[in-house]
């Protein structure tokens, strides 16, 4: 999913420079880090493409279920008051992970 936005990101900016006549007659003088940037410029306010970086960090340091999942799990514990938790408490961490991060402390760490 966050890979889907970045490239949509991309294709808009670049649909964009061609509204604007801004692409070069030459494709291989395109400053592609240049679109890149506007593109992520696009993406750092974007709240689904927020969640979808949450989920992909969060997901390689769960060891099982849905980092969907695991992220409302966290922000309801949170909500409730009780970010001092141990996250373990939460879902199930892998083992780099276990008793490294409160519930606050992860939802921080992801976002």
Sequence with gaps: MKRFLELEAIKEVLVEM???DELPM???QLDMQAVDEKAQEKLKHDEQYTKACMVDKLSRMISDGDAFEAIDKLQEEEDKGH?????DVVV?????FEDRFTVSELLEEIS
């Design 83 to 87: 970010g001092d938790y141990s996250a």
């Design 18 to 20: 061609t509204a604007n």
């Design 26 to 28: 030459d494709m291989t």
């Design 92 to 96: 199930t961490m892998w083992q780099p």
